[in-house]
């Protein structure tokens, strides 16, 4: 599960966006060239024994497209064509990172960069250290705020913010009840549905809860998602740390456990 945990309605909202529903709503994407050659062996191996993630395909292009900003690489036509598992993935994704192999820590020059940059915006008396917590160090009334600085100071995005579970878990029922309603007095059901999906992208961007406990979870997430960038010294990067960002990256945004996966498990 990721740190921040999910709604109660989230296996709900995955089937609603498993049918396109949602998604379609929302962003109108097309999904990339690179996945629709992945998605056509969804169906061959969906009846078989192995082990596979069970996700949406769109769910996986959005952890793909984080990689891709994260690592600063593209993936070009059907090029993810061949991959069937996991382990494929990663060793394809490190294959593309053109950048000097070093043995440093990447979590340790992101957090002294992360540290850095609140010390230098927050009057904070006591020292910083991984295990402090984000809610001890920002306060609620200041603290879009202060993130906002800080992604603007690194120059990257952070994603640290969520709105409350109660908030997110109440347009959900609402727009599944509206889902139903649109097949019985459609007027009101798409009302509701509108109000729900705006309700939705307006919270995700007006929470203020943090998504991690401590720092150090933060700077995991920072890692996660501008490893490039968070990096010291540009151009670099340590290749055993990779798979596991990797891991986890796919853990966190499908809500997977991390038992789950391995190298042998089965994307789409």
Not at 103 to 130: M, N
């Amino acid at each position: 599960m990721p740190r921040d945990g999910l709604p109660i309605t989230h296996k709900l909202l995955t089937s609603l966006l498993n049918v396109g529903i949602i998604r379609a709503s929302i962003s109108g994407t097309p999904c990339s060239p690179a996945l629709v050659a992945m998605r056509s062996k969804r169906e061959k191996i969906m009846n078989n024994q192995e082990k596979h993630l069970g996700s949406v395909p769109e769910d996986i292009e959005d952890v793909l497209r984080l990689i891709e900003k994260s690592y600063d690489i593209k993936f070009e036509g059907n090029e993810l064509g061949h991959i069937r598992t996991f382990g494929q993935l990663t060793n394809h994704i490190i294959s593309k990172i053109k950048l000097e192999s070093k043995s440093d820590c990447t979590d340790q020059q992101a957090f002294y960069k992360l540290r850095t940059v609140i010390e230098t915006i927050k009057d904070h008396k006591k020292r910083i250290e991984p295990k402090a917590q984000l809610t001890d160090i920002f306060p609620r009334r200041t603290r879009r705020k202060d993130i906002k600085e800080i992604e603007k100071r690194l120059g990257l995005n952070l994603k640290a913010l969520r709105p409350r579970h109660i908030i997110t878990n109440s347009l959900l029922i609402i727009l599944l009840a509206s889902i139903v309603v649109l097949f019985i007095k459609w007027q009101f059901g798409l009302a509701g549905f509108l109000f729900s999906i705006g309700g939705l992208w307006i919270s995700q961007r007006m929470g203020t809860e943090f998504k991690d406990r401590t720092l150090g979870e933060l700077t995991d997430r920072m890692t996660q998602l501008n490893y490039v960038k968070s990096r010291r010294q540009s151009g670099t990067m340590n290749i055993k740390e990779i798979q596991n960002k990797i891991e986890k990256l796919f853990v966190d945004n499908l809500g997977l456990d991390e038992k789950t996966i391995d190298k042998d498990t089965v994307i789409i």
